[in-house]
């Protein structure tokens, strides 16, 4: 019989040592008394959207920061992840012509994975940073130790930050007619900074058409969806209560994010967190690679989807420019002969990571984009649908990802190299990436101006 903690009796990956169990345990004591952070209702709505996109009459977004940090729960970083989500959002809503579903890898996404578990600078060894949900990320004992403190930190960032997120929201702010407040600094100056203006007065020309013709732009709340990493299940677990819906009573969700998902390092099928996933109501999601055989991922899709519900499972398929092809055909057709209507989306970022020679991890954006252009002609080829796509990016002028209009090179990294893990695609790379999605589907779907605001 499933229920949130039946996890703790399978096998735990990346799963921290820490020193004192009755402090974690007081923690998560703490964290099921306080309320939750997102609601059935966002959940349910979220899943109904995803559907849609599983067959292509809307399109997924999902983007945000490799791992969030404490200290970026500022309205400046917040509005600035909210702005280049939007933007992209825009530029795939004229270019596609469907509604875009958005979904920020943001308040909770504060733990990472990692492929080991110590570091050694100078004949220390210490735990390896695992996210600020566990752990800092300055090189001593104190920092490194895992303090069961920190998950309280994050539920109560992750709070702050959804806070203002819905104030934005609510206010108007995502509104299409306030397109062209959504600019963030590095638009000055963009090579790309003309298409994207052309979009934005597209938009507002056919707000302005709208109106003469005496009708009435909508203006209803702009959903705005949150994921992260189920990783800390003490975390996941604490946050899942249960609630009805749709007349089924007593279903379980984790109220802690609308879309939880599981990576590769963590998609044991009888492990703890395939366990957890498999009995919370809300969508899911599973990252697959090179190192899963079409019968590991119908024996997955069945643990997490047996009843094959339209928009619970989303697999987020993640290679490498250099291996896709050998290896998502097979695992697309594993899935059609399994009749499992799950939604496919692309995460061209994390296979094809790699080492400069200085030692420092970069993504270079012509393997992202090579990537992104294979899995578009890979699902059209088999008959599929590629309904989204899932980016590490940042609304900073940061540079960790080489490559893109502005040409960075290597030697350009150590000028704003700030992600503490993974490298992030910054605001005008990922804007970039928006409107190169464009063009790998117009072949199928031509760009609209007077449609725009009636399906945002």
């Not at 643990?303 to 928009?311: H, M, T």
């Not at 499972?313 to 002969?337: C, K, M, S, W, Y």
């Amino acid at each position: 019989m499933w229920h949130p903690d039946s996890w703790q009796a399978l096998p735990l990956r990346q799963f921290p040592p820490y020193p004192d169990p009755d402090a974690l345990a007081g923690a998560t004591a703490e964290l099921r008394r306080l309320p939750p952070l997102v609601t059935v209702n966002e959940i349910e709505q979220l899943q109904q959207q995803l559907a849609d996109a599983a067959i292509g009459k809307r399109f997924l977004l999902q983007g945000g920061d490799c791992a969030e940090s404490f200290s970026d729960c500022t309205s400046e970083r917040i509005t600035g992840k909210l702005k280049i989500l939007l933007q992209m959002s825009l530029v795939l809503l004229h270019g596609l012509n469907v509604p875009i579903i958005r979904v920020g890898r943001i308040a909770g996404q504060y733990a990472k994975p990692r492929s080991d578990d110590s570091e050694t600078r100078d004949g220390l060894t210490l735990p390896s940073y695992r996210g600020d949900l566990i752990n800092a990320a300055a090189f001593s004992v104190e920092a490194r130790t895992p303090n069961p403190q920190r998950l309280l930190t994050g539920y109560s960032l992750a709070s702050l930050t959804l806070n203002y997120i819905r104030a934005l929201t609510d206010s108007g702010f995502a509104d299409l007619a306030e397109a062209e407040h959504w600019n963030l600094d590095f638009m000055a100056d963009s090579p790309r900074a003309a298409e994207y203006q052309q979009i934005v007065e597209e938009v507002r020309r056919a707000f302005a058409l709208l109106q003469s013709a005496g009708a009435t732009p909508p203006r209803e709340r702009s959903e705005f969806f949150t994921c992260h990493e189920a990783l800390h299940l003490h975390y996941e677990s604490a946050l899942t209560r249960r609630a009805d819906a749709h007349g089924m009573p007593g279903r379980w969700y984790n109220m802690s994010t609308h879309l939880p998902w599981v990576g590769m390092r963590t998609a044991a099928l009888h492990g703890a967190h395939i366990e957890y996933l498999r009995g919370i109501a809300n969508p899911v999601a599973v990252k697959v690679g090179p190192g899963m055989s079409a019968a590991d991922l119908r024996a997955l899709c069945e643990r997490l989807n047996p009843g094959r519900i339209p928009g619970r499972l989303t697999l987020i398929h993640r290679f490498g420019a250099a291996r896709i092809n050998d290896h998502l055909p097979a695992l697309i057709e594993a899935v059609r002969q399994e009749g499992q209507p799950v939604l496919w989306c692309c995460d061209p970022m994390h296979g094809n990571t790699q080492l400069t020679s200085s030692g420092l991890k970069t993504r270079r954006f012509d393997d992202i984009l090579a990537e992104l252009e294979q899995a578009f002609a890979v699902h059209r080829g088999l008959g599929s649908v590629l309904g989204g796509v899932h980016f590490e990016l940042t609304g900073e002028a940061v540079t960790e990802c080489t490559g893109g209009a502005r040409g960075l090179a290597e030697h350009d990294l150590s000028r704003a190299y700030e992600s503490l893990v993974d490298p992030r695609l910054n605001g005008e790379q990922a804007l970039e990436m928006a409107l190169a999605i464009v063009r790998l589907r117009q072949g199928r779907l031509s760009a609209v101006g007077s449609t725009s605001a009636q399906v945002w």
